[in-house]
Nanobody, 127 residues
Framework: QVQLVESGGGLVQAGGSLRLSCIAQ????????ISWFRQAPEKEREGVSC????????RYADSVVGRFTISRDRAKNTVYLQMDSLKSEDTAVYYC????????????????????WGQGTQVTVSS
């Protein structure tokens, strides 16, 4: 019933920026916390960021804090991940995921059982 579609990935040089988008089709995301995960070749999937349903709580992995910013646009039913100062280590497939949580912060988001996942968008950072 719900599809999440990521976009905005591509090839960028180290130090550059990209903005990823996660748009929901079929249902509003207003009652969902939205997280970004990524998976690099030969590595496990890792949590990147999370924004609560209200937008009042935002969390970031230590590896991206200060460089990435998560936000949401309710009118467009879209969540964004602004990625600045990109490093080669950021190269991965990035996925967005939605978890029904009408209230509450993003604490523990890396361990949640998500209701929906997108198909991913490739981010490649060259040095």
């Amino acid at each position: 019933q719900v599809q999440l579609v990521e976009s905005g990935g591509g090839l960028v040089q180290a130090g550059g920026s990209l903005r990823l988008s996660c748009i929901a089709q079929g249902r509003t995301l207003s009652a969902y916390a939205i997280s970004w995960f990524r998976q690099a070749p030969e590595k496990e999937r890792e949590g990147v960021s999370c924004i609560s349903s209200s937008g009042g709580d935002r969390r970031y992995a230590d590896s991206v804090v200060g460089r990435f910013t998560i936000s949401r646009d309710r009118a467009k039913n879209t969540v964004y991940l602004q990625m600045d100062s990109l490093k080669s280590e950021d190269t991965a497939v990035y996925y967005c995921a939605a978890h029904w949580r009408s209230h509450g912060p993003c604490s523990g988001y890396v361990s949640w059982k998500y209701d929906y996942w997108g198909q991913g968008t490739q981010v490649t950072v060259s040095s």
